[in-house]
T-cell receptor, first 115, second 113 residues
Framework: EPEVTQTPSHQVTQMGQEVILRCVPI?????FYWYRQILGQKVEFLVS????????KSEIFDDQFSVERPDGSNFTLKIRSTKLEDSAMYFC?????????????FGPGTRLTVL | GQQLNQSPQSMFIQEGEDVSMNCTSS?????WLWYKQDPGEGPVLLIA?????ELTSNGRLTAQFGTTRKDSFLNISASIPSDVGIYFC?????????????FGKGTKLSVKP
């Protein structure tokens, strides 16, 4: 199982502030995803990313959200102006190159709290 | 959007008992996956199913991909305290960059020693 690291583990921010969540890749990670999980609810898809561009995004992923992976470094999720309802766990998931392309492995998550 | 109906919502069982949970959908999926989530952590992949009718085991866990491709079940045999957690099914239409997962609402498992 590939190791997926996310930073920070917990982020507290004021409403309206920008936050950047990071997923630390390993070289053979091929596909990247962001999911979120509001407390006590199911995991929801936000966006998928391959070859330095967005492949697919959900209705949740509106103009306040953006992703990038500059120069093969950290895969980031940016929320431009946070709202109270953005409070959730945010998970990065990856698919390994050379592995089953259906199997997504999740990171430990970043708990985002918007005050 | 697509929805998965996962049941039961929660289970309280005695250590040593067998457990069964399932997911159904109105949509056909190409892949079913089962994850376990401990509090404050990310989902951990338990089993992936790729073909209709496929039955796959991982230790005490057994999962099946329904023949209609609209359902899947997960069985846990001889439960132990560390089986406690929330189990999620997830359906997937395609793999790779188009392979976003659609999750069920989870089954919360409690095991009494």
């Amino acid at each position: 199982e590939p190791e997926v690291t996310q930073t920070p583990s917990h982020q507290v921010t004021q409403m309206g502030q920008e936050v950047i969540l990071r997923c630390v890749p390993i070289s053979n990670h091929l596909y990247f995803y962001w999911y979120r999980q509001i407390l006590g609810q199911k995991v929801e898809f936000l966006v998928s990313f391959y070859n330095n561009e967005i492949s697919e995004k959900s209705e949740i992923f509106d103009d306040q959200f953006s992703v990038e992976r500059p120069d093969g470094s950290n895969f980031t999720l940016k929320i431009r102006s946070t709202k109270l309802e953005d409070s959730a766990m945010y998970f990065c998931a990856v698919v390994e190159g050379g592995g089953p392309y259906n199997e997504q492995f999740f990171g430990p998550g970043t708990r985002l709290t918007v005050l | 959007g697509q929805q998965l109906n996962q049941s039961p919502q929660s289970m309280f069982i005695q250590e040593g008992e067998d457990v069964s949970m399932n997911c159904t959908s109105s949509s056909i999926f190409n892949t079913w996956l089962w994850y376990k989530q401990d509090p404050g952590e990310g989902p951990v992949l338990l089993i992936a199913l790729y073909k209709a009718g496929e039955l796959t085991s991982n230790g005490r866990l057994t999962a099946q991909f329904g023949t209609t491709r609209k359902d899947s079940f997960l069985n846990i045999s001889a439960s132990i305290p560390s089986d406690v957690g929330i189990y999620f099914c997830a359906g997937q239409f395609r793999g790779g960059s188009q392979g976003n997962l659609i999750f069920g609402k989870g089954t919360k498992l409690s095991v009494k020693p």
